[in-house]
């Protein structure tokens, strides 16, 4: 799923796709955020909105600082 000209994804959305993946492959946050990355932005990450990329990095940090 690449970003191009969907919707605004919300940090909670972020919050609740990377605690899927950590779920349900048993990884790691930082391999939850790889993928991710990869899933969401594809490798072209300038050209996603940076209001959905700061969102990312918001849930990212979130989740990193609970544990």
Request: hydrophobic residues 30%; proline residues 0%.
């Amino acid at each position: 799923m690449r970003i191009k000209h969907g919707g605004k994804l919300s940090k909670a959305y972020f919050n609740s796709y990377m605690k899927l993946i950590m779920y349900t492959k048993d990884c790691s946050l930082e391999e939850s955020s790889k993928i991710t990355l990869e899933r969401v932005f594809g490798k072209e990450k300038n050209g996603t909105d940076v209001e959905v990329y700061q969102n990312y990095l918001k849930a990212y940090e979130e989740l990193r600082n609970k544990d």
